[in-house]
């Protein structure tokens, strides 16, 4: 208390105290740090998992086009295997490809 006189060992307490304190705010910053770095890395983790769906969707409907060869009344199948598609820019239509087997 302000008003009372310092007793011999009141100070060595203090400083005790203060040192406990700031290593429990130490050790609050490294954990905080921690789990920052975790949360940065699982969101990561979910933008990584958005662009693959995104990629296995605008593959799979590039496939449903193929497959279908754009005919109006067949059904959209869906490939039992996986897909592998290379698109470039002298890729020929679909509608020309000879003899894809419906």
Do not use: C, W
Not at 88 to 95: E, L, Q
């Amino acid at each position: 208390m302000p008003g009372e006189p310092d007793l011999p060992g009141a100070a060595g307490e203090q400083h005790e105290l203060l040192a406990r304190l700031r290593a429990v705010v130490e050790a609050r910053d490294a954990e905080n740090a921690m789990l920052r770095a975790e949360l940065a890395a699982a969101l990561e983790r979910q933008r990584r998992l958005e662009l693959r769906v995104a990629e296995l969707e605008r593959r799979l409907f590039i496939y449903a086009i193929i497959r279908v060869g754009r005919k109006p009344g067949k059904a959209i199948r869906v490939a039992k295997h996986p897909i592998r598609i290379a698109i470039t820019p002298k890729a020929r239509s679909p509608t020309s490809s000879a003899s894809a087997p419906t």
